[in-house]
């Protein structure tokens, strides 16, 4: 039987001017965050890990809390589309899955103070928090959060825990808060359910790279010569992603405890995608730091996409109105489907991370021109991103404005004709016995 492990969270506070939302888009509104409680959503043992509706938080006073310290960033007002009812929402979904039947949903056009990924410190910030999802303050991974930042503060996970991890900020007011979710690790006790979960959502079928790779596949959706089944692949997402359902029942637990706050989703690899594609279910504003393309496996778990605004290109995709910010670099294959084939070091490592769209937008930092990187596997760490990409001072900045003055941080641009896994055929294969 199984049963969710504890899932630490750390909680900060923030303050902010709720006025702002009436400022410009262009305004800049500074949010400062202190550490302020502990929280652990958990299930009894005897729970099963389906049921997730039994997901609660054991709220505790944090013990020896520090002198008051402080973590600036930047937001601005933005507009997100959200689904009316999130229940409406699952139900299309679901019909969409299992019916390949539409169903429309009601959204809302809604205005909440995002972050400003455009400002740097903002950027380097939640990269930051994004780093310590991995992490228990006071090790040698911590980063600290701007100069008066405690690394030293003790949060408790347990050993044993082997599955979705995160760290929550939360502003005293209930105002501002923001989920942090741990990306994959290569060893411990997170990596098998870790490599489970990138082998389900970013390969093309089931992570099936050869035929070296029987033994390694997560699904059995390969139906011989290229192929593969459509209906096998989304019915084995929604049994067996467990990492995004359990997200989704952790950002309902946070919307019910705090149902007036502004929610930002941030996340670096495997934890950035998981943020993208619970910041598209609920209308949040996510940042996902060197993600494989999660856009397909936004198709696969058939998510509905906001509708069209007014002021909407009227030739963007339905993706591109996703609320989602990617970051990565161009010397880092993964974000970019380019670790792949039988001698690639994913492959090696026998992870299937084939997929290179992303939904949103994206801020690519052109590392291979700017700062002469080959492509490099180990560009991907989060620790290369944090100190020598999105806190580098580049010479001219990464890109011009079109004022012809330095960026230091390029533009957030929509992957226009953007295809994924275009030497595959995905159908209705009704020939079951020819799955493998």
Not at 37 to 63: C, G, K, M, T
Not at 67 to 90: D, E, H
Not at 230 to 254: E, I, K, M, R
């Amino acid at each position: 039987m199984l049963a969710i492990v504890p899932l630490a969270l750390v909680l900060l506070a923030t303050t902010c001017n709720a006025a702002a939302l009436h400022r410009s888009e262009s305004s800049r509104i500074p949010i400062s965050f202190e550490l302020q409680h502990e929280y652990r959503p958990q299930l009894a043992e005897s729970e099963q890990l389906a049921d997730f509706n039994q997901l609660a938080f054991d709220i505790s006073d944090v013990e020896h809390a520090p002198s008051r310290t402080l973590a600036t960033l930047q937001a601005r007002p933005t507009t997100v589309y959200r689904p009316r009812s999130a229940t409406s929402f699952q139900h299309a979904r679901l019909r969409s899955l299992h019916s390949q039947e539409s169903e429309p949903i009601e959204w809302d056009e809604v205005q909440v103070l995002g972050p400003d990924v455009e400002d740097k410190h903002t950027l380097s910030q939640l990269a930051r928090m994004t780093g310590n999802a991995y992490a228990l303050p006071g090790r040698k991974n911590w980063y600290d959060m701007d100069r008066n930042w405690n690394n030293s503060f003790p949060f408790g996970w347990e050993d044993t825990a082997d599955g979705f991890r995160g760290h929550v900020f939360l502003s005293p007011d209930n105002s501002t808060a923001i989920l942090s979710i741990k990306g994959t690790t290569l060893q411990g006790p997170t990596s098998k359910k870790d490599k489970f979960n990138d082998n389900l959502l970013f390969s093309c079928c089931c992570a099936r790279v050869d035929f070296t790779w029987i033994f390694h596949t997560v699904c059995k959706c390969y139906a011989n010569h290229w192929r593969c089944d459509n209906t096998c692949l989304t019915d084995a997402l929604v049994q067996d992603s467990l990492f995004y359902n359990v997200g989704v029942n952790l950002v309902n637990n946070l919307t019910a405890l705090y149902p007036d706050a502004n929610i930002w989703l941030v996340g670096h690899s495997l934890g950035g995608a998981l943020a993208s594609l619970l910041g598209t279910t609920f209308g949040l504003p996510a940042v996902a730091i060197e993600s494989p393309g999660e856009r397909l496996a936004a198709q696969r778990l058939h998510l509905p996409m906001p509708p069209p605004s007014s002021s909407d290109d009227s030739s963007a995709t339905p993706y591109s109105r996703a609320p989602v910010t990617h970051v990565y670099h161009n010397a880092d294959p993964i974000p970019q489907g380019a670790c792949t084939g039988v001698g690639s070091p994913c492959a090696q490592a026998r992870y299937a991370l084939e997929t290179r769209c992303h939904l949103g937008k994206s801020i690519v930092y052109d590392t291979v021109g700017k700062l002469g990187w080959r492509v490099d596997i180990r560009k991907h760490v989060i620790k290369e991103v944090i100190t020598h990409v999105i806190e580098a001072e580049v010479e001219d900045g990464w890109e011009e404005d079109i004022d012809g003055s330095r960026r230091d941080v390029p533009i957030a641009r929509v992957e226009e004709d953007c295809v994924d896994c275009f030497k595959w055929e995905f159908g209705d294969f009704k020939d079951r016995d020819d799955l493998t």
